[in-house]
């Protein structure tokens, strides 16, 4: 289920292919065993809002995995690696921990204000072995700012200015904000709303889309330039 959809994704994008393709079996194997944690501890903890697990394939690892060739791209940009990456409001790990697992010379911060979901990232994070990953368990107002190359957030609530100014000190001069969204009709909306109350963004944000393999919805990453 897993290689098929990473297949997929690689079949419609060079830049994911070229990274998954020489490591396949090594980022399956991470993923299962991933997938394996969320569907036991999702019963307690309300991870994710499903218990079928091609939906969890689909919908969360997929999804998190399909911008992965733009956000490469944009670190080969920004500068050598290692860099630093937050993944803000990680709750299960998404899209943080399959991002880390797809770039291992990539340092991932997973930022998580609450306590059990932080312990349950910390355990996974000790079950698949990912030394580029660690845990923050705290408000992303007290994570020390002006430390991430790039900040991800993923079934965030909307990118309204006092949002906006929050995650932005957390980027690093020349860093980028990267928020996964739905559908590109009301994406547009909620920027033009921001770009309104904050008139120096105008003009430095993208919208890219993402299609996530099986899923006949839209997926978009939007990269604001603070």
């Known amino acids: 289920m897993i290689s098929q959809g990473l297949n997929l994704l690689c079949q419609h994008d ?6 998954i393709a020489p490591r396949l079996e090594s980022i399956v194997s991470l993923l299962s065993a991933y997938v394996r944690e969320i569907e036991t501890f999702n019963p307690t ?8 697990r091609q939906e969890l394939v689909t919908r969360h690892i997929l999804d998190s995995l399909s911008p992965l060739g733009i956000i490469a791209g944009r670190l080969a940009v920004e500068g050598p690696i290692p860099v630093q990456i937050a ?10 921990i399959p991002l880390a697992i797809a770039l291992p010379d990539v340092q991932f911060t997973l930022i ?11 355990k996974t994070l000790e079950e698949l072995g990912l030394p580029n990953v660690s845990v923050e368990e705290q408000e992303m107002e007290k994570v020390k700012p002006g430390r991430f ?15 906006y100014k929050k995650l ?4 690093t001069s020349g860093g980028v904000l990267a928020a996964y969204k739905g559908r590109r009709a009301k994406t ?4 033009a709303t921001l770009e309104q109350a904050v008139p120096p963004l105008a003009g430095r944000w993208e919208i890219l889309p993402c299609p996530v393999p099986t899923l006949d919805e839209e997926r978009h990453l939007v990269l604001v330039l603070p």
């Open 188 to 191: 547009e909306t909620e920027i």
């Open 149 to 163: 190359a790039l900040v991800t957030f993923r079934a965030f609530r909307p990118l309204d200015p006092r949002i």
């Open 112 to 122: 998580e204000r609450k306590g059990r979901r932080a312990d349950f990232l910390r």
């Open 87 to 96: 993944d803000v409001g990680s709750g299960a790990g998404l899209p943080g």
């Open 168 to 171: 932005s000190k957390l980027c």
């Open 14 to 19: 060079q830049g994911i292919e070229a990274i």
């Open 45 to 52: 903890l309300s991870l994710v809002g499903t218990d079928d």
